[in-house]
């Protein structure tokens, strides 16, 4: 490819490097820069313009959207978005949501979690605001594997792992139809934002406007609604032997 036919490409596709910047800035803590996601984003295209084969099949967009997504979580994966103290009470959160629906046969409330770690409700709200960044991160869909994913695949999530969980791996279609199957078990509220977030494509500011609620209390249910499956998965992980690996 010439140069200025490679440029061309670069400055053509720029605008998915600042809306996938966007949307992962918005889902995480403070202290990272936005311009910082879209110069790492803008490495990953120059990698997917490099690496691209239209032979294959796949339009450049969503290749590149893998690519720039790839490198955008890479780089705050990094980073350590959590501390370590933090990720151990979001573990604890999780433990508490999984013995708390064993014991009571539904959904535990936020109020009932809360109890049972010992904390008050606002202490509770406010630890679900600092793990905002979390994300269904026990199981790990490949670069390669998520290129492959169609548009109308009912769950749109990238899965990635924190730095010392472990990377539980799974079947795609597997884990997709689980991941679905929790969705639906979820409280009714809990099911609107995650489907509004995630496949209505929906900001939390606009899911709060649909909702007639605050964007840091749809963040707060996204967070419940996450922490919820990430526990409901990793108990069925366990309960299948799925292979467990460390992440380097």
């Not at 949307?23 to 295209?45: M, N, S, Y």
């Amino acid at each position: 490819m010439k140069k200025e036919e490679f440029e061309k490409q670069i400055l053509d596709h720029l605008y998915i490097v600042k809306i996938i910047a966007g949307k992962l800035h918005a889902r995480i803590p403070g202290g990272v820069e936005l311009d910082d996601l879209i110069h790492t984003g803008i490495l990953g295209l120059i990698d997917a313009v490099k690496k691209y084969d239209p032979s294959k099949g796949t339009r450049f967009s969503t290749y590149a959207s893998v690519r720039i997504k790839g490198a955008i979580l890479d780089e705050l994966r990094n980073l350590d978005w959590a501390s370590r103290s933090l990720r151990q009470k979001i573990k604890e959160v999780e433990n508490a949501f999984e013995s708390l629906e064993i014991k009571l046969g539904r959904p535990p409330k936020e109020e009932e979690v809360s109890e049972s770690l010992g904390i008050s409700l606002k202490e509770f709200q406010k630890l679900l605001g600092e793990s905002r960044g979390v994300g269904i991160g026990v199981f790990r869909i490949s670069i390669e594997d998520e290129a492959n994913l169609s548009d109308d695949d009912s769950v749109k999530f990238h899965l990635h792992s924190d730095t010392d969980t472990p990377d539980l791996v799974l079947e795609k279609k597997e884990l997709r139809d689980l991941v679905a199957s929790f969705i639906k078990e979820l409280p009714e509220k809990e099911q609107l934002v995650l489907n509004m977030y995630y496949l209505d494509d929906l900001n939390l500011k606009e899911v709060g406007k649909v909702l007639d609620l605050t964007e840091s209390r749809i963040s707060q249910i996204r967070t419940t609604a996450i922490l919820r499956m990430r526990a409901k998965l990793a108990d069925a992980a366990r309960k299948n032997r799925v292979h467990e690996k460390e992440v380097v």
